[in-house]
């Protein structure tokens, strides 16, 4: 008998319309519980309106967006936080003024006990363990005491990813990661996520096809708000829909 697959996240019909515009037309997918599902497509096939469906940012028209067993469809991102959603943005969302470890102890307020909540940072002994544990973890440790605005694209794209990680979620969002960066910090933050896929789930939305290829346990193609196909990535190479509508010789 086969062991049961467990499913961390499960979309169901979701559908989003902007006037005339079906922006994400009746999507359904699911989840596996740890490692990295990518979401590909062309501009306007709806991955970012996917996205904050997902997300809490859009509500969608219909259609239904489950953790686990818990319903999130009317939550706001706050409260998809709290269940152990988190998500990254394409752009960077840092406080450029304040350091890195500032950074980092702000986002990791919210495992302090609710009483100390409003405690100066310094006082925020839980917090600044977490702080540190992030440093370490995303090779910040030298940067600790700079400005958020003074780092390097691939820095600062590592530190979102920290913060982001900061109330330890099981869910990890991620809407291009790479975009803007060098080779070598696109290698380096692929190599991140794929060592995060081995501790939590990461659902990705990436442009280059290359590295979702090489990351990725199932990848999710869209195309004009429409699911194009689902598999593993060879079965996604070979899927004569997928190479005709968008990748010609390019996945062959």
């Known amino acids: 008998m086969m062991d049961k697959i467990e499913f961390i996240l499960k979309a169901s019909n979701l ?8 922006a994400v037309d009746n999507v359904s997918f699911e989840v596996k519980s740890s490692g990295v599902t990518s979401i590909i497509g062309p501009n306007g096939a709806g991955k970012s309106t996917l996205f904050n469906l997902l997300s809490g940012s859009f509500m969608p028209d219909s259609g239904t967006v489950l953790i686990g067993e ?19 943005f394409q752009i960077t969302n840092l406080f450029f003024d304040l350091s890195v470890i500032d950074n980092l102890r702000i986002a990791s307020q919210a495992l302090e006990p609710h009483s100390r909540l409003f405690l100066p940072l310094s006082k925020s002994v839980i917090a600044l363990e977490r702080a540190d544990e992030l440093l370490e973890e995303f090779g910040l440790v030298e940067a600790r005491n700079q400005l958020a605005g003074a780092l390097s694209h691939g820095q600062q794209r590592r530190l979102e990813i920290a913060v982001t990680l900061a109330t330890r979620p099981k869910l990890l969002l991620l809407d291009e990661p ?10 380096e933050t ?61 996945l062959a």
Request: net charge negative.
């Open 70 to 88: 818990c319903d999130i469809t009317s939550m706001n991102p706050e409260a998809r936080l709290s269940v152990g959603m988190a998500r990254s």
């Open 15 to 22: 559908c989003k319309r902007f006037g005339g515009l079906s």
């Open 190 to 250: 692929a190599e991140l996520i794929k060592r995060l896929g081995l501790n939590i789930t990461v659902l990705l939305i990436e442009h280059d096809v290359d590295l979702v290829m090489d990351l990725s346990g199932t990848v999710i193609v869209m195309a004009q708000g429409r699911k194009l196909a689902e598999g593993d990535p060879n079965q996604v190479r070979s899927n004569p829909l997928v190479q005709t509508a968008y990748f010609g010789e390019e």
């Open 178 to 187: 790479t975009q803007g960066m060098s080779q070598a910090d696109t290698q």
